[in-house]
C-alpha cells in the first residue's frame, strides 16, 4: 500500500508564508505527477499546483506568483511554499499523486488526508 501524509498547515496572519510538504511511504515504484488541491468550507475541491516527474509545473490563476510547488524525488516528497497568503486561501490542502506499486506494479491516484491552513486578515 501507499500512503500520503502532509504537514505543515496552520494559522497564520494575512501576508504571512507556510511550506506544506507531502511525503510518500510504502510499496513504491515511483511518482509520477504530484498534485496540490484544495478545498476551502463549502466549495468544491480545486487544483491548486501540479508536478511532473521531470519538475514541469502548473498553477491556478488564483496562487500564480504566490505558490510555489516542488519536489524531492529522492525522499518522494513534494511541498508547496506559500507566500503573500490571503484570507481566501484557507482551506483544507489535500495531496495527490500517480503512483507506481512495487507490489502490483499497477499506477495508482492516492490522497492524503489533509491539512487545514487558515489565514488571518
Known amino acids: 500500500q501507499v500512503q500520503l501524509v502532509e504537514s505543515g498547515g496552520g494559522l497564520v496572519q494575512a501576508g504571512g508564508s507556510l511550506r506544506l510538504s507531502c511525503v510518500a511511504s510504502?510499496?513504491?515504484?515511483?511518482?509520477?505527477?504530484m498534485y496540490w488541491y484544495r478545498q476551502a468550507p463549502g466549495k468544491q475541491r480545486e487544483l491548486v499546483a501540479h508536478i511532473t516527474s521531470g519538475g514541469s509545473t502548473t498553477y491556478a490563476d488564483a496562487v500564480k506568483g504566490r505558490f510555489t510547488i516542488s519536489r524531492d524525488n529522492a525522499k518522494n516528497t513534494a511541498y508547496l511554499q506559500m507566500d503573500s497568503l490571503k484570507p481566501e486561501d484557507t482551506a483544507v490542502y489535500y495531496c495527490?499523486?500517480?503512483?507506481?506499486?512495487?507490489?502490483?506494479?499497477?499506477?495508482?491516484?492516492?490522497w492524503g488526508q489533509g491539512t487545514q491552513v487558515t489565514v488571518s486578515s
Open positions: 495527490n499523486a500517480v503512483v507506481a506499486s512495487l507490489t502490483t506494479a499497477a499506477w495508482g491516484d492516492y
Open positions: 510504502g510499496s513504491i515504484d515511483r511518482i509520477n505527477a
